[in-house]
């Protein structure tokens, strides 16, 4: 088992359905550009109001952020076998279907966070001071009591990362169901940085339905993947991005 300690502040956040950030199946379809873009989301549907009338919305650009003295929390992931690829029709993502006490958490507290899911985007959707990465992963985690919190890290040009090239070697071209990749384990402490330092705030699920009370820990060093990685996902999906939303008079916090 892996263990990467860090600090942050963690911010009370609504239950949200396991569906919407483990398995996510949509009803009515939406897309990231045209007829059914970002712009439009929260006219598709009823249940994607929040889209458009929801006031805690991501991504965000970060910037301003208040340093302040925040509470620890740690990562303890392990391997597991890549059971649950797949490619569903925006991007690439890993499930997690762990036993009941399994799996790999987040730690807060005395609370355990549970890895639901992991999935790409190109380029990153959180920006820096108006700086965009050319990819981000996202890490999304729920508690027993439905709360979610969701890790960015941000993925730069340079050394190719193993863990990810495990996921491409069996990446799904096309749309599809789960895919069990025999005899590959997955360890997703591949995809976390050493260094501690973060951003935290309060925002949304980054596709419909939008749901808000998510906490988004966005960690500030990158991982390096290679050029070769980024493009291979990119001519999957050039452009799988939400647009940057309005901050709405909340406050980015940071670690010290």
């Given at each position: 088992?892996?263990?990467?300690?860090?600090?942050?502040?963690?911010?009370?956040?609504?239950?949200?359905?396991?569906?919407?950030?483990?398995?996510?199946?949509?009803?009515?379809?939406?897309?990231?550009?045209?007829?059914?873009?970002?712009?439009?989301?929260?006219?598709?549907?009823?249940?994607?109001?929040?889209?458009?009338?929801?006031?805690?919305?991501s991504?965000?650009?970060?910037?301003?952020?208040?340093?302040?003295?925040?509470?620890?929390?740690?990562?303890?992931?392990?391997s597991?076998?890549?059971?649950?690829?797949i490619?569903?029709?925006?991007?690439?993502?890993?499930?997690?279907?762990?036993?009941?006490?399994?799996?790999?958490?987040?730690?807060?507290?005395?609370?355990?966070y549970?890895?639901?899911?992991?999935?790409?985007?190109?380029?990153?959707?959180?920006t820096?001071?108006?700086?965009?990465?050319?990819?981000?992963?996202h890490?999304?985690?729920?508690?027993?009591?439905?709360?979610?919190?969701?890790?960015?890290?941000?993925?730069?040009?340079?050394?190719?990362?193993?863990?990810?090239?495990?996921?491409?070697?069996?990446?799904?071209?096309?749309?599809?169901?789960?895919?069990e990749?025999?005899?590959?384990?997955?360890?997703?402490?591949?995809?976390?940085?050493?260094?501690?330092?973060?951003?935290?705030?309060?925002?949304?699920?980054?596709?419909?339905?939008?749901?808000?009370?998510?906490?988004?820990?966005v960690?500030?060093?990158?991982?390096?993947?290679?050029?070769?990685?980024?493009?291979?996902?990119?001519?999957?999906?050039?452009?799988?991005?939400?647009?940057?939303?309005?901050?709405?008079?909340?406050?980015?916090?940071?670690?010290r």
């Amino acid at each position: 088992m892996t263990r990467h300690s860090f600090a942050i502040a963690f911010l009370c956040c609504m239950a949200i359905p396991v569906a919407e950030t483990a398995k996510a199946q949509w009803k009515t379809p939406w897309s990231y550009e045209g007829a059914r873009g970002p712009d439009r989301w929260g006219n598709l549907d009823p249940d994607y109001a929040a889209c458009k009338a929801g006031k805690e919305q991501s991504p965000i650009d970060i910037r301003d952020a208040v340093k302040a003295d925040l509470p620890p929390i740690r990562f303890e992931y392990q391997s597991s076998p890549l059971k649950y690829l797949i490619n569903n029709g925006y991007t690439v993502r890993v499930n997690c279907h762990d036993a009941p006490g399994s799996g790999s958490f987040l730690i807060v507290g005395d609370t355990r966070y549970h890895l639901t899911q992991f999935h790409f985007h190109h380029p990153g959707e959180e920006t820096i001071d108006g700086k965009t990465y050319p990819m981000e992963v996202h890490l999304m985690h729920q508690s027993s009591d439905g709360k979610i919190a969701g890790v960015v890290v941000f993925l730069e040009a340079g050394d190719a990362n193993a863990t990810v090239q495990q996921i491409w070697d069996h990446m799904p071209m096309t749309k599809g169901g789960e895919e069990e990749i025999p005899g590959v384990e997955v360890n997703p402490a591949g995809l976390l940085p050493g260094n501690p330092g973060y951003y935290v705030y309060r925002g949304s699920i980054t596709a419909p339905p939008c749901t808000e009370g998510v906490t988004w820990i966005v960690l500030k060093t990158p991982v390096t993947v290679s050029a070769g990685q980024i493009e291979a996902f990119a001519k999957l999906y050039p452009h799988d991005v939400r647009p940057i939303q309005p901050l709405n008079g909340r406050t980015v916090k940071q670690s010290r």
